[in-house]
């Protein structure tokens, strides 16, 4: 049976202005639509940036601080029983070409930003999906659900596997693309060979609503409404740590040494970990703004922040790194 679903594109007329703070940290703004950002995803070049705001998909060019691009995803009229319209998450495909966004009403789409071409309709959800991810070789998506996670295989553009998991606000593949975590009403470690979950991460009373894994598939980190990190060690199945940020913990990201991680809460802090000593090792504060999404670069050097009334702000990650990079506007860790 063929889906019939309607999309409206508005494009939106949208003032970028770059606030000056020091060489490690800006501000772009929108300050014609001042709801908050609610998820960002760098493109593979780095210099690229999709947000998601006011039911719209941006895309910046952070570098000229310029705004390419806006659309509006709605997908209809809706009725006092429907979920919440409009974008709601958002990721490159690896090759930095097309952006899948996941929409409220449970619609996940295609497009290609820069060419402004037409969204092509992936999948039809039940219920709204709230994240989606793809694995790193760009053969599998993930799509989270209040209704569950759905696997989508890119190349046959068919859903390749359905998992049983409730309220499901995060995901993220594991570096190899053999497993997922998913994060909601607890936290679920998916074995994608079997279709399985093999581990339960986190208890089904704590909400889950950030995970990442390091990038050798050792340590998984996710992030609760309380703001706790839990450290989950892949190998063992038990919980290695916990870290603690002062609200709940909207972004989580592990550098490449495998050793340092990045978080964001919605206390308006940008924390540094050592995951070693279980220790925080820096900290930038803005505490007017609460955070609601975080991302950060390919390369490993910018965080981008989507906060509260519209505001995406750049931080350099030698900025918040703290002690190691010797900066004295951040807080040093205890």
Known sequence: MKLRHCLSIVVIGICVVQISRGSDERIVAAPKHGSDVECVAFAPDGKHVAAVQHNAVLLYDIVNSELLRSKVFLTGKMTMHDDADGALGVTFDPKGVQLAV?????????WDPFRDSTPLLLKKCKRSVECVQYSRDGTLMAFGSRDGVFLWDVR????????????????????????????GEGGQLWDLAIGKRVARFRAPIETVVSVAFSPDGTRLLSGDQNGSIC??????????????????????????????????????????????????????????????SMAVSPDERTIVCGESYGTLRVIEVSAVLGSRAGNGKVEAGK
């Open 102 to 110: 996941s929409c409220g009403r449970g619609a996940v789409y295609l």
């Open 156 to 183: 046959q553009r068919k859903t390749s596997l359905s998992l049983d998991a409730t309220g499901v606000h995060c995901v993220g593949f594991s570096p190899d693309g053999k497993m997922l975590a998913s994060g």
């Open 231 to 292: 450290i989950w060690d892949t190998k063992t199945e038990t919980v290695a740590g916990i870290l603690k940020c002062a609200d709940t913990v909207t972004g989580i990201y592990v550098l490449a040494d495998n050793r340092t991680a990045i978080s964001a809460d919605w206390h308006g802090t940008i924390c540094a970990w050592d995951l070693l000593s279980k220790r925080k090792i820096g900290a930038i504060s803005h505490r007017h703004r609460t955070v609601q």
